[in-house]
């Protein structure tokens, strides 16, 4: 897309949100939502959840609180846990990340390009179930995605450092 034509969406996308109302696109279910956007909205719902649990318990700290957010949601950490809950996941889940998997994008430097397509499937999971209104599954997925992650700082640190 080209700068002006970039500038004049984010125009149209300013205006249709000021006013609350939806751009003249067609509207698609959750699992035909562009797989970056699933992950857009994933990424931001994953990485609340994590930060609450981690508030929950009891780190006096923020610097603490945000060093340990920011590795938990890395794409390092993100991959390691998808990869530990894939087989787990319904037909349809395996789609949207496969989706994902595949949606153009490019790696950061402190990923491979592997772990960052995993990291982004499951960032889509999470978008997908937000976007579908699956609360009870949402819920059930987090709740996995949590056991994971302590799994991960266990086997990773040692449980302490």
Not at 47 to 63: D, F, H, M, N, Y
Not at 64 to 72: D, I, K, N, T, W
Not at 110 to 115: G, K, M
Not at 153 to 160: I, L, N, V
Request: aromatic share 8%; with cysteine.
């Amino acid at each position: 897309m080209k700068f002006k034509q970039l500038q004049a969406l984010k125009k149209r996308a300013y205006q249709a949100f000021a006013e609350g109302k939806r751009l003249d696109v067609p509207e698609s279910d959750a699992a035909r939502l562009d797989s970056i956007n699933l992950a857009f909205v994933g990424d931001a719902y994953y990485a609340l959840t994590l930060r609450k649990r981690l508030v929950e318990t009891g780190i006096p700290q923020v610097q603490v609180l945000h060093g340990l957010a920011a590795e938990f949601v890395s794409a390092k950490a993100q991959a390691w846990v998808y990869r530990r809950l894939r087989d787990s996941l319904t037909e349809e889940e395996k789609r949207v990340c496969q989706r994902a998997r595949n949606a153009h994008s490019m790696a950061p430097k402190s990923a491979t390009v592997a772990e960052y397509h995993d990291s982004t499937a499951l960032e889509a999971l999470v978008g997908f179930l937000v976007m579908a209104g699956q609360g009870d599954r949402l819920a059930e997925i987090m709740e996995q995605i949590y056991e994971e992650t302590k799994a991960y700082c266990s086997q990773t640190r040692g449980g302490t450092e």
